[in-house]
């Protein structure tokens, strides 16, 4: 099962989700994230890439193992990993090295992850240090970066007379209208079912080009207004759902399906991340059709005449705090970020600074986009996971993105308008009560 933090499948995040099998709950720390102690002994490796579980991931810890003799790496794949993992935190049995769950609030990280280094030392070496860190401290590290935008089939875009992004929101939606006048495709899938691929609309903070936006994000108490940055991404949602550009009917989507769709010209765009790209080219090949119709497209619109996309770092991969062997987790972890090339062989960002593009993403930034990694909240950090759990507004998720979905489409009662004026009001509820 591949789906969303499978970018190397949710893929890259998943597949290194290291964990499991490891005595007693979240003891103690040694404060050196596992670097000292002698590297022996086994660990295991929880991975939601159950793909790559009997295949690519043992031809990796074999050569792990070649390098430090009397080491064994075990991989079990989990399918529903948030779910099953989350509840592997309670019980305080969750493995040696596994990815963070999304479930974890940056203030919690301490409690379950052993430190791995200052977030000043590490961000020397590594991208997106930033994105699991809390305090000064880093957590976790991730096992390659995406980028977020549209995949799309461009051979379908073509034939509606357009070979270029579009750069505004109209556009887009203007775009995506002439496909449905001029082909036989959905212009837009939604992937509402599995419901995941509907949170990459909260992605896209980037566009704006303001690196202090997740500061500023939490101190807004007001984010579904007018030239906002969840007005503009929502707002694009809803409109193409209520002009008649999806699926025809959302309940029945269906994510593996998707993407011989998308890869045969039956779909023509997707919100995902980088990740998607090598997996829609990978279905094309399968049936029959063009690999290179598919490409990554930026979000549609522009700050200063520049199109922006945040890149981030998928799962990042962690030192468990109930680990018994936290030496030999550690140098595991250290040695697939930096050795194992497998954010390359995924065609994903390196975790490492000054490693190379993947080509597929060296094309993206080709279009005329700035990529941009966002530095995580300072002066309100926490704050926003905070307002998210009092509001009940699952950013992040997918819950209110689908009833924003119903209300697009008819299917429940609203407009835009009252929509976004009701997730302004439970949004600045909460903000008065956290910000305080």
């Known amino acids: 099962m ?7 499948g949710l893929g890259l995040a998943t597949t290194l989700a290291l964990a499991a099998g490891c005595t007693g709950g ?3 720390s040694d404060d050196d994230g596992g670097a000292g102690g002698e590297v022996t002994g086994e660990i295991t490796v929880l991975t939601n890439r159950t793909d790559l579980a009997e295949t690519a991931l043992p031809a990796y810890a074999k050569e792990f193992e070649a390098k430090y003799p009397g080491t064994k790496v075990r991989f079990e794949a989990v399918t529903n990993y948030e779910g099953d993992v989350t509840a592997q935190l309670s019980s305080g049995d969750y493995g040696d090295v596994l990815l963070i769950p999304n479930t974890v609030a940056v203030d919690q990280l301490g409690q379950f992850f052993e430190p791995l280094g200052s977030t000043e030392e590490l961000k020397a070496k590594y991208r997106f240090v930033d994105e699991k860190a809390f305090d000064g401290q880093v957590y976790g590290l991730s096992i390659g970066g995406v980028a977020n935008g549209f995949v799309v089939n461009k051979r379908i875009w073509q034939q509606a007379g357009i070979t270029a992004p579009p750069s505004t929101p109209e556009a887009f939606l203007a775009g995506l209208t002439k496909i449905k006048q001029s082909t036989g495709a ?4 939604t992937n509402y079912k599995d419901g995941w691929p509907l949170g990459f609309f909260n992605s896209q903070r980037a566009i704006l080009a303001d690196p202090a ?3 500023k994000f939490p101190a807004d108490p007001a984010p579904w207004q007018p030239g906002k940055i969840e007005y503009i991404t929502d707002g694009l949602l809803f409109d193409i759902v209520h002009n008649g550009l999806i ?10 399906g998707s ?5 045969t010209g039956k779909v023509a765009t997707m919100l995902l991340g980088s990740w998607a790209v090598p997996q829609m080219k990978a279905a094309a090949t399968a049936a029959g059709a063009d690999p290179d119709d598919i490409a990554f497209w930026p979000f549609p619109y522009q700050t200063g005449g520049t199109f922006h996309a945040r890149i981030e770092g998928d799962y990042k991969a962690a030192v468990s705090r109930s680990s018994g062997n936290k030496a030999t987790a550690r140098a595991w972890l250290d040695w697939f970020v930096n050795e194992s090339g497998f954010a390359g062989d995924q065609e994903a960002i390196p975790p490492a600074v000054g490693q190379p593009l993947p080509a597929g993403l060296q094309a993206f930034q080709d279009t005329g986009v700035e990529l941009v990694e966002l530095p995580a909240a300072t002066t309100n950090a926490g704050k926003e996971d905070e307002i998210i759990k009092e509001s009940e507004i699952d950013l992040a998720g997918h819950i209110y993105r689908q009833k924003l979905v119903d209300i697009a489409r008819g299917a429940a009662k609203g407009t835009k308008d009252s929509y976004f004026a009701d997730l ?5 509820d909460a903000h008065s ?3 305080r």
């Open 186 to 189: 959905v212009p837009f899938y």
């Open 213 to 215: 936006i997740n500061d």
């Open 433 to 435: 009560r956290v910000m």
């Open 259 to 263: 993407k011989p769709m998308i890869a």
């Open 247 to 256: 699926e025809k009917d959302p309940l029945t989507t269906n994510w593996e």
């Open 26 to 28: 979240a003891g103690g």
């Open 424 to 428: 302004n009001k439970r949004w600045g």
């Open 2 to 8: 591949t789906t969303r933090r499978h970018w190397l």
